[in-house]
């Protein structure tokens, strides 16, 4: 965990490393979810873009909109057109619940040893493995002994914890106004 922790600003980190919850349940989760989008309160989408760019979400860091941000993560540009409030909610409080469509996290282990996370995609018989810094490493089918899923997001949980309320109502807000 403290790999993906990394990837943020140095301000972010140990944040991240402290608010780190347990594994909740799926029913412990979806209870969650909905207690805090009943209790949230109003967002406010501008205030939710400067959410977005801070060292403190540090969501632009991997996730782009338009021409701005990282590549790490998917492209959030229009993404309010197809997530719902919930949806948007779960994926910033439980980033490994489920993962967007060619951003699954995988382990790669190497016949020469060692393991690597990140998100694949095949390039012909290339496996281009990007990892949370957003690293790129370009491996032949020779040097990879196993790929397997990962049983957790690249996407640091407890990321929430990290903003006030009012801050992730806002960031809700606005990822709901990217149409």
């Known amino acids: 965990f403290s790999k993906l922790a990394a990837a943020f600003p140095q301000s972010v980190r140990q ?4 608010a ?3 594994d909740p349940t799926a029913a412990e989760r979806a ?13 406010d989408h501008l205030k939710g873009h400067q959410v977005f760019r801070s060292t403190k979400a540090g969501c632009n860091a991997c996730h ?3 021409y701005d941000g990282g590549v ?5 540009t229009r993404i309010g057109a197809i997530r719902s409030r919930r949806d948007l909610l779960e994926a910033i409080v439980a980033p490994s619940a489920s993962y967007a469509r060619g951003y699954e ?6 016949k020469r040893g060692g393991s690597r996370m990140g998100i694949a995609r095949r390039d012909g018989d290339r496996l281009h493995l990007r990892d949370v810094t957003g690293k790129e ?5 020779a040097a990879i002994k196993d790929i397997t899923m990962a ?4 996407m640091p949980s407890g990321l929430d914890q990290n903003m006030s309320r009012q801050e992730l109502a806002d960031l809700v807000a606005f990822l709901e106004s990217l149409k």
């Open 31 to 43: 209870a969650r979810l909905q207690q805090m989008e009943v209790t949230l309160p109003k967002g």
């Open 72 to 76: 790490i993560g998917p492209d959030l």
């Open 151 to 154: 049983e957790v997001s690249i």
């Open 137 to 141: 490493e370009v491996y032949g089918q």
């Open 105 to 110: 996290p995988v382990i790669v282990t190497l």
């Open 64 to 66: 782009r909109i338009a």
């Open 15 to 18: 944040a991240i490393l402290d």
């Open 20 to 22: 780190r919850p347990a």
